[in-house]
T-cell receptor, first 112, second 114 residues
Framework: QQQVKQSPQSLIVQKGGISIINCAYE??????FPWYQQFPGKGPALLIA?????SEKKEGRFTISFNKSAKQFSLHIMDSQPGDSATYFC???????????FGPGTRLSVLP | DTAVSQTPKYLVTQMGNDKSIKCEQN?????MYWYKQDSKKFLKIMFS???????INETVPNRFSPKSPDKAHLNLHINSLELGDSAVYFC?????????????FGQGTRLTVV
């Protein structure tokens, strides 16, 4: 129940395209869902996050879509750029705030 | 100013040695974590502390011992290092509860046991 599933494992997108990464969870105690971006040799950096009382959140080219009934959420990167090439992790935080559970990550490559 | 800083960034050591990794956060957060990232990039929680109190202790060998002298510091001591301990270790901090804004990570410590 503590698992967060993430797909695809890797993704190749042309510059200007849309990158979509999907995540799913089981634990209904999760109530905060951040996405992290990690470049090689760096720590994960918070990108965007959503709470389950909204269905969508947009920040610049990054959008989270959230489906509470299906327990699924996804990250959309519009107008993908080569600089977006990184590993992306979805995560979930339980409502006691004790632990961020991470998905296994998606390696995104944006071709110039 | 670095929000979450951990030292050292690289650590190469022989099997059987004891080593420590230090972590400090200047964000005023009340919760700190240690995560282990393996070669497949999977991030797994090891420990979580809230206001110096151990909250989460996942199935981690007791060779790993966290210590939190105050809520801004969480150090990780590893005894009798083994080859399988080689990984990147990340310290992170957050404000506990749903009012938080996510966890902030340090730059990581790449531990290589030879």
């Amino acid at each position: 129940q503590q698992q967060v599933k993430q797909s695809p494992q890797s993704l190749i997108v042309q510059k200007g395209g849309i990158s979509i990464i999907n995540c799913a969870y089981e634990n209904t105690a999760f109530d905060y869902f951040p996405w992290y971006q990690q470049f090689p040799g760096k720590g994960p950096a918070l990108l965007i996050a959503i709470r389950p009382d909204v269905s969508e959140k947009k920040e610049g080219r990054f959008t989270i879509s959230f489906n509470k009934s299906a327990k699924q959420f996804s990250l959309h990167i519009m107008d993908s750029q080569p600089g977006d090439s990184a590993t992306y992790f979805c995560a979930a935080l339980d409502n006691y705030g004790q632990n961020f559970v991470f998905g296994p990550g998606t390696r995104l490559s944006v071709l110039p | 100013d670095t929000a979450v800083s951990q030292t050292p960034k690289y650590l190469v050591t022989q099997m059987g040695n004891d080593k420590s990794i230090k972590c400090e956060q200047n964000l005023g957060h009340d919760t700190m974590y240690w995560y282990k990232q393996d070669s497949k990039k999977f991030l797994k929680i090891m420990f979580s502390y809230n206001n110096k109190e151990l909250i989460i202790n996942e199935t981690v060998p007791n060779r790993f011992s966290p210590k939190s002298p105050d809520k801004a510091h969480l150090n990780l001591h590893i005894n009798s290092l083994e080859l399988g301990d080689s990984a990147v270790y990340f310290c992170a901090s957050s404000e506990r509860g749903t009012g938080g804004a996510g966890a902030f990570f340090g730059q990581g410590t790449r531990l290589t046991v030879v």
